[in-house]
């Protein structure tokens, strides 16, 4: 059974600070990785995918990815208001679907 | 921007009534995909489908829970008989398909079974 695992939260964080945010996974076979934001009561949204080990950025999110502790993690640096939201973490295997963990809920406080 | 279209956006319906949704996905996407969100929870995948041929339903309740995609192209997830557990919102979703290639999310339908 593959699965995706996230603090469901919810992660507080002050407007300004580095929110991060955890995921682990059990399928080694995953090869790629991706990062959706959900606002209350609306569908999914594409942050950040990551393939490779080590960091992706893009603007103020960075991906980190560790194959070998099967662990993805999304930093939002500068984080404001606006990001308050569910994050969902998702794995991708060679059936090219997405296994999704439940979401980690993040506030940002002004 | 290209988007993948849903409708309805809400639907509330009678316990054992049939209900249905409808999906059109990214022009060019082979890849569709039905997953089911449970309020608090992450999405879970239905059914995908390969252009017509469905590729995985294993999790797809098929006594009640019908999917098709006649031509490849748009799709119909259909419930009948609508249970009070149904109550989620429905995504449907599409890729150009292959490893890695980013799914995209439709607005999403909300069922609430009555």
């Known amino acids: 059974q593959k699965e995706v695992e996230q603090n469901s939260g919810p992660l507080s964080v002050p407007e300004g600070a580095i929110a991060s945010l955890n995921c682990t996974y059990s399928?080694?076979?995953?090869?790629?990785f991706f990062w959706y934001r959900q606002y209350s009561g609306k569908s999914p949204e594409l942050i950040m995918f990551?393939?490779?080990?080590g960091d992706k950025e893009d603007g103020r999110f960075t991906a980190q990815l560790n194959k070998a502790s099967q662990y993805v993690s999304l930093l939002i640096r500068d984080s404001q208001p606006s990001d308050s939201a569910t994050y969902l973490c998702?794995?991708?295997?060679?059936?090219?679907?997405?296994?999704f963990g439940k979401g980690t809920k993040l506030s940002v406080i002004p | 921007e290209a988007e993948v279209a849903q409708s309805p956006r809400y639907k509330i319906t009678e316990k054992s009534q049939a209900v249905a949704f409808w999906c059109d996905p990214i022009?060019?996407?082979?890849?569709l995909y039905w997953y089911r969100q449970i309020l608090g929870q992450g999405p879970e995948l239905l059914v995908q489908?390969?252009?017509?041929?469905?590729?995985?339903d294993s999790q797809l309740p098929k006594d009640r829970f019908s999917a098709e995609r006649l031509k490849g192209v748009d799709s119909t997830l259909k419930i009948q008989p609508a249970e009070l557990g149904d109550s989620a919102m429905y995504l449907c979703?599409?890729?150009?398909?292959?490893?890695?290639?980013?799914?995209?999310f439709g607005e999403g339908s909300w069922l609430t079974v009555v």
């Open positions: 979703a599409s890729s150009l398909g292959g490893p890695g290639n980013t799914i995209y």
């Open positions: 399928d080694r076979g995953s090869q790629s």
């Open positions: 990551i393939y490779s080990n």
């Open positions: 998702a794995a991708g295997a060679g059936s090219y679907q997405l296994t």
């Open positions: 022009s060019g996407h082979a890849t």
């Open positions: 489908f390969q252009d017509e041929s469905v590729v995985d």
